[in-house]
């Protein structure tokens, strides 16, 4: 059973290898922006946001909040006015810090951390989950809402030209 455990572990991939992959997929979507400004202003309906900004936006206060819970600290409350993003420094600042404080977690759960499950208030609901799952669904929220911006996108004249698949990233090389 250990070796099968042991086989497994190497055949999937971890949440450093996501994590990275998250990191180079926005460090792409934030060149493409810089050179292309103009698309954050496309219409999008997406989680309450009305434009590509306000999906961008919903990823990385996503990513901040879930940080922040992941690493103890709640907000009584929020909402998207407190995270201005009016340029796109100030935009992509908050998956900066949302990316360091998941960084810095990764480097120090212990197992037991990991499985412990914690509760999240989101803005209708309770989640209890353990940490780890929280983690994983950061990272795949971040993903699939890439996934519909990259549609969107290019749906209405603003084709990328890179590939966004997990299979093109530089992780697992």
């Not at 994590?19 to 060149?31: I, K, S, V």
């Not at 309906?45 to 996503?62: N, P």
């Not at 600290?73 to 998207?80: D, H, L, Q, V």
């Amino acid at each position: 059973m250990g070796a099968q455990k042991g086989a497994a572990a190497l055949a999937s991939a971890s949440f450093d290898e996501l994590l990275r992959h998250n990191q180079e997929e926005t460090e792409r979507w934030r060149e493409f922006f810089a050179a292309t400004p103009a698309a954050l202003d496309v219409p999008m309906d997406m989680a309450d946001m009305k434009t590509v900004r306000g999906a961008v936006l919903h990823i990385f206060v996503v990513e901040q909040l879930y940080g922040e819970r992941l690493s103890g600290t709640t907000r009584e409350r929020f909402s998207y006015e407190d995270f201005p993003a009016g340029s796109l420094e100030q935009l992509f600042a908050y998956h900066e810090g949302a990316l360091g404080r998941l960084r810095k977690l990764l480097d120090s759960y212990t197992e037991a951390q990991w499985s412990e499950p914690i509760e999240f208030k989101a803005r209708v609901m309770s989640i209890t989950a353990s940490r780890r799952k929280m983690f994983a669904h950061v990272l795949l929220h971040s993903m699939r809402h890439w996934a519909q911006v990259a549609m969107v996108l290019r749906q209405n004249g603003f084709p990328q030209d890179w590939q966004h698949d997990f299979i093109f990233t530089q992780v697992m090389e």
